[in-house]
């Protein structure tokens, strides 16, 4: 009877953390890029996004307007490159691939799979990251190539020096249990 009741509490616990969303408005997005004999990065603290571990589903998007190169100039060029002013967001929606679970407190793999849109353009993508679930929170973190010509961008260039079509894209957020 004991041992029925202890499997019935752990099936119970089981279904109430994949019931869970986690959530954050406070994820890291970067970016790498490189011209010829130089890379700089640009960064911002405004990822939003949602994991409905329930439902498999990972929500993510970031207002581009808030990614700072330290670079007053590029950061202007980038913005009318990206034309912000007609598509502001970089956004994700998909699913979970695989096994996730959120009650072993170590990394683990993931992989999603869903559409990336920026630039008013949209790309089904495969993304490789990890998951760490640290108590109440999730930590996650991903990278992946963007081509920018993938979503019609064109890359800024100086002279006949160009930016790379190949963007580094890192994010890192601590998501929170969202009651």
Same mark, same amino acid.
């Given at each position: 009877?004991?041992?029925?009741?202890?499997?019935?509490?752990?099936?119970?616990?089981?279904?109430?953390?994949?019931?869970?969303?986690?959530?954050?408005?406070?994820?890291?997005?970067?970016?790498?890029?490189?011209?010829?004999?130089?890379?700089?990065?640009?960064?911002?603290?405004?990822?939003?996004?949602?994991?409905?571990?329930?439902?498999?589903?990972?929500?993510?998007?970031?207002?581009?307007?808030?990614?700072?190169? /330290?670079?007053?100039?590029? =950061?202007? $060029?980038?913005? !009318?490159?990206?034309?912000? @002013?007609?598509?502001?967001? &970089?956004? *994700?929606? /998909?699913?979970?691939?695989? =096994?996730? $679970?959120?009650? !072993?407190?170590?990394?683990? @793999?993931?992989?999603?799979? &869903?559409? *990336?849109?920026?630039?008013?353009?949209?790309?089904?993508?495969?993304?490789?990251?990890?998951?760490?679930?640290?108590?109440?929170?999730?930590?996650?973190?991903?990278?992946?190539?963007?081509?920018?010509?993938?979503?019609?961008?064109?890359?800024?260039?100086?002279?006949?020096?160009?930016?790379?079509?190949?963007?580094?894209?890192?994010?890192?957020?601590?998501?929170?249990?969202?009651?």
């Amino acid at each position: 009877m004991r041992s029925l009741l202890l499997i019935l509490t752990l099936v119970i616990l089981n279904e109430t953390a994949f019931s869970q969303s986690y959530y954050t408005e406070t994820g890291t997005a970067i970016f790498h890029s490189k011209v010829p004999l130089h890379t700089f990065s640009g960064s911002s603290s405004n990822l939003t996004g949602l994991i409905n571990l329930d439902e498999g589903t990972v929500d993510f998007y970031l207002d581009l307007e808030t990614l700072d190169t /330290g670079n007053g100039k590029r =950061d202007k $060029d980038m913005r !009318l490159t990206l034309e912000t @002013d007609k598509y502001p967001f &970089g956004e *994700f929606f /998909g699913q979970l691939i695989g =096994d996730f $679970d959120p009650n !072993l407190n170590q990394p683990q @793999d993931v992989e999603v799979e &869903g559409v *990336f849109k920026i630039h008013g353009k949209e790309q089904n993508v495969q993304i490789q990251g990890q998951l760490t679930p640290e108590g109440e929170q999730m930590r996650l973190t991903a990278a992946w190539i963007l081509e920018l010509e993938d979503y019609e961008i064109e890359p800024p260039k100086l002279l006949f020096i160009k930016v790379d079509q190949q963007q580094e894209i890192e994010i890192n957020a601590l998501l929170i249990i969202k009651e």
